[in-house]
């Protein structure tokens, strides 16, 4: 099975930009549907981005035109670029996996997901 690992998270005025790295091991991550999620203090976790075992990504309307996910399966890496960051977004990022073998959702949804990562802080100040 596969393990994600999260980094890249920290603090960063409005406006600012981070990039967040999902590193994944004991698999391949061509074989897993990929989401990021993010979790606010007092709020639920919520999908941000998810990409499909079509490849299709989709974004939570909240981040769109804002962030970007990519994968690179030479490094076996997921990213999340994050742009015009807003206070809003502050919040602890996550990235998850499940196989995507006969499952055809979005990744969006954290009740579908199978494996986690500890997560990543993004603090925004305004």
């Known amino acids: 099975q596969v393990q994600v690992v999260e980094s890249g998270g920290g603090s960063v005025q409005a406006g600012g930009s981070l990039r967040l790295s999902c590193k994944a091991s004991?698999?391949?991550?061509?074989?897993?549907?990929m989401g990021w999620f993010r979790q606010a203090p007092g709020k639920e976790r919520e999908g941000v981005a998810g990409?499909?075992?079509?490849?299709?990504?989709s974004y939570a309307d909240a981040v769109k035109g804002r962030f970007t996910s990519s994968v690179d399966n030479t490094e076996n890496t997921l990213y999340l670029q994050m742009n015009v960051l807003k206070a809003e977004d502050t919040a602890m990022y996550y990235c998850?996996?499940?196989?995507?073998?006969?499952?055809?959702?979005?990744?969006?949804?954290?009740?579908?997901?199978?494996?986690w990562g500890k997560g990543t802080l993004v603090t925004i100040s305004s």
């Open positions: 004991g698999d391949t991550v061509s074989d897993y549907c």
């Open positions: 990409i499909d075992r079509s490849g299709r990504i």
């Open positions: 998850a996996a499940r196989n995507r073998r006969r499952f055809t959702g979005s990744c969006r949804d954290p009740n579908d997901m199978d494996y």
